[in-house]
Structure formats: C-alpha cells, structure tokens
C-alpha cells in the first residue's frame, strides 16, 4: 500500500498571539509525509526544494519511510518561503510574505518506481502541478484527494475546476467551501461542490471539527479540544495526511434528509 | 417525572439578515417548556406575564402538558420585551431593546402541586430569582440545570457565584464560557468552571454543535447542518428543554486525558 504525496516543502516564519519563529521548516508536502506515514508505507514524496533544505529533515522523512526519489533539489536556489500571522483565535491568519523561489518553474515529474500507487495526496499547490501529477500516471489510483486554498480560487479557478473533476475527495476549509460555491450555508454549499465534481467533500471547520458530505450524507468528526493551542500551521496538510485512511473505511454516515 | 421550569415568557421584535419581525412570543421558559414537553410530562412552568400575553399560547402550552399554576399574571402590565438584531454569520447578536416590565417586580412562588419534581431548570433569568426557587423547594430534585448568559456575569455575579455552587448543569455558550472563567482556551475554561460548582458544564457552540465536560472527560455532540437558518433565538433556551433528559444518561463519553 503507497500513497504518492505532492505538495510544498518549504520554510515558514510564524507569528501567533503566544509566540514567533522566523524560520521553521514546513510545507504542505512534509506535513502531509509526516501524517501520512503513520498510516501507509511507503510514502512517495513529490516537492522541490533549493540547496536550503536540512539534510536532517530529509534523513528524518526517509526514517519515517518516506521515499525522496520525486523531490528535486535546485542547487543555488531558495526553497519555498512563507510567512504568516495568526489572529487571536488561531483560526484565521494574514499572509505576510510569499517568496516562490524554487516553486516559481515546479515541473513535477512522477518517478517509475512511484507508478501504481494506490492513494495519490494533491497538497496545496498551484492547480496545474496536481493536474499534471494525475496525467502522469499510468493506472488511475483507487483513492484521489486535493487540499486546495481559497488563493488559487482567486488566482486559478479554471485550473482548479479542471482537477475537481478528476479526483474523489476534496478537503477545503468552511471559509473557503463559501468562496467557492458562493453560498453561506455549508449544506448548499456542499451540493454545489459536489456538482463541480468530488464525489466527497471534506469541510474543515478547525477547532470545531470536520464535516464530510457525499450525495445525500453528511458524517461528522469532532475535533479534540486542546489546553494550549501554540500553532496552527500545517495542521490542515497534516489532517489531509491522514485522510486517505479514514476516507477508504466505510465511514457510519446518517443522512441529512432523514436525520433519526 | 416532572420538571420544573423557570424563566421568561416574553414578547420579542428579532432582526436577521433574512428576515424581520416586530413581535413574537418568546422567552426562555417558553422555549425550555415547548421543548422539554416532548421528554417529560408534566412541565411545571414558573414565569410571569402581563395582560398582554396570548391566551391562545397558554392554550397551545396547556395542550402539551404544561402546568401554568405558577405562571403569575399582572394586570394592566406588559410582558418582557427583547429586540436583537443577528450579524451574518447568526452566532453573533446584539441588543437593541430590554424592557423589563413585569419582570422588575419578579418575585418567583412555587405552588405546592410542583413540589417534589425530578427536574429542575433554571432557565435564563436573574441569577437571585433562580437561587429563590431552589430554596422554596422542601426536597431538592435529583438534577438541577442552569442557564445564565454574559448579562449575569456583568451585574449579578456575585449572585451567580452563589446559584453555580447549588446546581448539577450549567449550560454556557463559548464566549460566556471564556468570559467567566478569563480563559480562551475551552479546555481551561471549562477546568476553571467546573470548580466554581457545577458537576456538569455544557458548552454551547452554536451551528459547531456542544461540549460537555465531566471531571477530566469531554463528550462532543455535533449540530445538525442545516440548509436554511431563519432565525436561532430560542435555540439555547431549546436544547436546555431537551438537557435533562441526556443529562441524567449515562453519556458515552471519552477521557481528555487519555484519548484513545
């Protein structure tokens, strides 16, 4: 059992309301990795990174079963650097600085060896990679999920109608499932989103928990109520990871129209 | 098995994004009483009113059960009025107009048929009136519930201090929850609360479903999605009707400490 994982790897600086970095590894990718590899083994990494990258975190991702074959690495260049501030609920945040780098020419290419995977994860990246990812490969796998943000609807919307017909399931969060269907009710919102084309649609709700609809089912999963929430970051990539487990379960699921 | 119900029946002018209107009957103890008669008969209602309260509601209340022997009526007195107006998102409101009226002059009686009740339900209201019925009763019920809001923590709390060491359940929503206890976090809050006096602290989360805390356990119920939502006042008052009903169940409920 393999999952192919595409996605960023990168440096973040974080400021929240109880702390601030100004450079920690991070990236939609290697938190996806990191989740996903407690559940399926192997993992088969497909980023970009420049000459910056830890070799520690590379040492540490392959102990944990992650294959790097598909990571390619840019010498004398940057790896992929953003910056963000939380506001006091940890909920919703400011992007304060997106530096590209080496993510401005990401060609991503599909190893051999990555060919046949059962589970293919699209982290969050721009629309046109994770379409080119899926068309690289020669036996469609059983299971596609796409995490996507609210920027590449602004930026990218006709790319990103193309990969939701392509995939099974898609992970957007509350704010963004509005955005992209235009509706403020997360029930009508999901209807139209499974017309665009995810036979299941994932809406993270952060501290609240998720909802996942498909046809005419909704399920719910609670979130965890934590003392100390310090950062946020990556926790959607890492949620993501560990989808493509939960969703391949028959998941006990009751119906909206009928509620009892 | 009886319960007892104290609060408000009121009159309210509520304005929504989707919609308006200038009067509707509401209050707390209508709401709790509408509700909780779908669980236990008889209700044991405990309000007070003027002569301009409909003689149909009492009718409608009576039909499913309602006992209204101590619901006081004032003549040539108005009931209590409420005006709010709902932001977007309908988890957030303020309020426009609070006319006591009759409630001004609130002196709370419990009538001798309502002695020896299972239940009692504290419902939204000054926090000294809710001590008052607690007291009147010769045998104390096996679960108390209390409902308050922000409003008590402002001007009565240390009233409210004194009724949270006399009850099973308090129900709160998150921002009352933070606002008592001076903690963002849930969890902490919740830790704080729980000392303050109640066995049992339910923290209501609106459309994001509820939490109920119990020593170090928390159990979650999620909110039904809904397509539409026209107008959620009453919905606390509600889902405190339909509380002592789970509450004196034995929850299936997971430890915070030991999740698994």
Redesign the interface.
């Known amino acids: 059992m393999s999952v192919i994982a595409l996605g960023t790897m990168a440096f973040d600086a974080i400021e929240t309301p109880f702390g601030k970095i100004d450079k920690i590894v991070g990236g939609s990718a290697t938190y996806v990795a990191y989740a996903a590899s407690h559940l399926v083994k192997p993992v088969q990494q497909i980023s970009i990174v420049g000459s910056d990258f830890p070799e520690e975190e590379m040492d540490e991702l392959k102990s944990r079963g992650v294959q790097l074959t598909g990571v390619e690495i840019v010498p004398d260049q940057k790896s992929f650097f953003w910056s963000g501030k939380y506001h006091?609920d940890m909920n919703t945040r400011d992007t304060l600085v997106t530096d590209l780098n080496v993510l401005a020419n990401f060609d991503p290419k599909v190893p051999e060896e990555y060919q046949g995977a059962e589970f293919l994860m699209l982290g969050n990246l721009m629309p046109k990679l994770q379409i080119s990812v899926i068309k690289q490969l020669k036996k469609r796998p059983k299971l596609i999920v796409l995490d996507t943000m609210n920027f590449w609807m602004e930026s990218a919307l006709d790319d990103l109608k193309v990969v939701l017909k392509m995939i099974d399931v898609l992970l957007i969060n509350d704010g963004e499932a509005r955005q992209l269907s235009g509706e403020?009710?997360?029930?009508?919102a999901a209807k139209k989103i499974l017309e665009m084309g995810p036979k299941y649609l994932i809406i993270k709700?952060g501290e609240?928990?998720a909802?996942l609809f498909h046809e005419n089912h909704?399920f719910?999963a609670?979130a965890?109520?934590?003392?100390?929430?310090f950062d946020p970051t990556g926790a959607g990539d890492t949620f993501a990871g560990a989808t493509k487990k939960s969703s391949s379960l028959q998941l006990t699921s009751y119906s909206?129209l009928n509620?009892s």
């Open positions: 006091l403020f009710s997360l029930v009508k709700k609240h928990g909802l909704v719910f609670p965890l109520p934590l003392e100390d929430v909206l509620p």
